[in-house]
């Protein structure tokens, strides 16, 4: 069973950056892909960025030229590093992980964080 906890989020004022950083914990939690989710309110949860265990990285078209992620680091944490933020990107981000890169980005992991509330707002 992997375990991921997320930290980082808070309160933002437009234009800022945040950083968030997810751990995972788990047996073979070293050979897996890790995520990110957002979902704000009223909306479906969104596909923002993944890596894959090996450093592929894949980043949502809304994000690609503001966000940013690490790839997994030799403590399993992946950092989601946002720039030029907006209230658009209000929402409670989840991390996500299973065993490739397709199966995070689509949404159909088998492992979720509980989320981080990231609020931008002046």
């Known amino acids: 069973q992997v375990q991921l906890v997320e930290s980082g989020g808070g309160l933002v004022q437009p234009g800022g950056s945040m950083r968030l950083a997810c751990r995972a914990s788990g047996p073979s939690v070293n050979r897996y892909a890790m995520g990110w989710f957002r979902q704000a309110p009223g909306k479906e949860r969104e596909f923002v960025a993944g890596v894959s265990w090996h450093g592929i990285k894949r980043v949502a078209e809304f994000g690609n030229l503001r966000f940013r992620i690490s790839e997994i680091n030799a403590e399993n944490t992946v950092y989601l590093q946002m720039h030029s933020l907006n209230v658009e990107d209000t929402g409670v981000y989840y991390c996500?992980?299973?065993?490739?890169?397709?199966?995070?980005?689509?949404?159909?992991?088998?492992?979720w964080g509980r989320g981080t509330q990231v609020t931008v707002s002046s």
């Open positions: 996500t992980s299973d065993l490739t890169l397709t199966t995070v980005a689509e949404g159909t992991s088998k492992f």
